[in-house]
């Protein structure tokens, strides 16, 4: 008979599981209204998505844009772990010049593919700003 109440026992854990699942899809149904209401007010008032965003409270971690760091820790940009400001492009795509790169990260496609062809990357030194 052991076997008779591990079915039931196995029964009774699909059932509660099933509840569950029901209980989620009915949420997620209210979710997906509330949020086409959300997305059709906005649009008829012309609201952005990043408005929307921000007004919600934004995700990201670390300090707000156009706020100063109290520690003085963006003095030491340079040192090593701090943040580094943005430097001028070193490499420029032939084919699309508005492609800049300027040495740091990870390479863009292009130039990895320029370099696939043989290209030297000292032949895709160009300077200036991209726009």
Known sequence: MP???????KIDQLKKELELLIRN???????????EKIVSIAKQNGISADEV?????????????GKVAKSGKAKRAGKRGGKRGKVKPKYR???NPAQTWAGRGLS?????????EGKEHTALIGGGTAK
């Not at 076997?3 to 039931?8: A, E």
């Not at 965003?53 to 844009?65: F, I, N, Q, V």
């Open 3 to 9: 076997k008779i109440s591990n079915t039931q026992k």
């Open 25 to 35: 899809s009915n949420l997620n149904k209210k979710r997906d209204k509330a949020l």
């Open 53 to 65: 965003s921000a007004a919600l409270g934004s995700s990201r971690r670390g300090r707000k844009p």
């Open 93 to 95: 795509n032939p084919a």
């Open 108 to 116: 863009p496609l292009w130039f990895k593919a320029l370099k696939a």
